[in-house]
């Protein structure tokens, strides 16, 4: 079946500093991949729809300077958190629609950011 | 735009016993409707989905979810439950009309399963 590979499952980072978290689809292609982030005992909301050859579409609140999503190939689409704080510690999960018959998405692992 | 509503935020039932998930939806084209489990740290996996067909889903680990478009509802089941179906799970739509991928998800339910 399709699967989604993300990493780090898990990453630690002082404040002001960046961190990428990377999704491949690897055995389809994914012309959209969306990313979402969760909070504790809460469910995922929608941050971003990331694009093959075009800019992300955010949804409203999310900050485009801040997360930073580029789809660099029909494989690959990186999510980067710029200048960290405490605040943006969560779990962040990226999807892709995986193909016609299955109609859902694909999930990743997710990453575990924590920023101290 | 579609949305998902799972009134219960945690469900519990004791091993052996029948359980519900319960979930309602609004769409304003034909519901696609998933159900997605997640275990701690993990993303999520899917269960079952309804597309079109039979109003009764049969999807992974011996769960089910019945489709009633008078009630805009999704229930998920499972006749026996086991201490390891404790987990998070979510109920998702999608709008079957729309151009777009988006797919919105309910808040999620934590079913405890006790021993």
């Known amino acids: 079946g399709a699967v989604v590979s993300q990493h780090p499952s898990r990453v630690i980072c002082k404040s002001g500093t960046s961190v990428k978290i990377e999704c491949r689809s690897l055995d389809f292609q994914a012309t959209t991949m969306f990313w979402y982030r969760q909070f504790p005992k809460k469910s995922l909301m929608l941050m971003a729809t990331?694009?093959?050859?075009?800019?992300?579409?955010?949804e409203q609140g999310v900050e485009k300077d801040k997360f930073l999503i580029n789809h660099a190939s029909l494989t690959l689409s990186t999510l980067t958190v710029t200048s960290a704080h405490p605040e943006d510690s969560s779990f962040y999960i990226c999807s892709a629609p995986s193909n016609r018959d299955y109609y859902g998405y694909t999930f990743g692992s997710g990453t575990r950011l924590t920023v101290v | 735009a579609q949305s998902v509503a799972q009134p219960e935020d945690q469900v519990n039932v004791a091993e052996g016993n029948p359980l519900t998930v319960k979930c309602t939806y609004s769409v304003s084209g034909n519901p696609y409707l998933f159900w997605y489990v997640q275990y701690p740290n993990r993303g999520l996996q899917f269960l079952l989905k309804y597309i079109t067909g039979d109003n009764l889903v049969k999807g992974s680990y011996g769960f089910e979810a019945e489709f009633n478009k008078s009630q805009t509802s999704f229930h998920l089941k499972k006749p026996s439950a086991l201490v390891s179906d404790s987990a998070l799970y979510f109920c998702a739509v999608r709008d079957g009309a729309g151009n777009n991928n988006d797919m919105r998800f309910g808040a999620g339910t934590r079913l405890t399963v006790k021993p």
């Open positions: 990331s694009n093959e050859g075009s800019k992300a579409t955010y």
